[in-house]
């Protein structure tokens, strides 16, 4: 069955937004702080505690205690989740080229039997 509808919601609600999937990006080399993680950015430390607040919810990212640090780590396993449910229309869409191909061909076919230069 996989994921429930509602986890796939949240977390391709939490796609949505080209700052987070920055960060995950950033994540997937290894953990970070929120300090190390809102460099790259020109938003307010507290925008970027916002978007990381919806990656967690979301089941994206975990944050962990260490002495007086809060790393971020990314949770590969929410991310293949997600990758699961996109994979699953693959067969859909393999289907749907060739049948495009397929046609292709005829249309190749009907021209050259046709006598039809290409342009």
Known sequence: MGVPASV???????LADPTRRAILARLAKGDATVTELGA???????????HLKVL????LISR??????RPCRLQAEAIKDVAEWAESYREFWDQSYERLDDYLEELKRKEKKHGRKKR
């Open 64 to 69: 962990g205690r260490d002495a007086q640090r």
């Open 56 to 59: 967690e919810r979301a089941g």
């Open 8 to 14: 796939l919601d949240t977390r391709f609600a939490a």
């Open 40 to 50: 790259p950015f020109t938003i307010s430390q507290p925008a970027i505690t916002k």
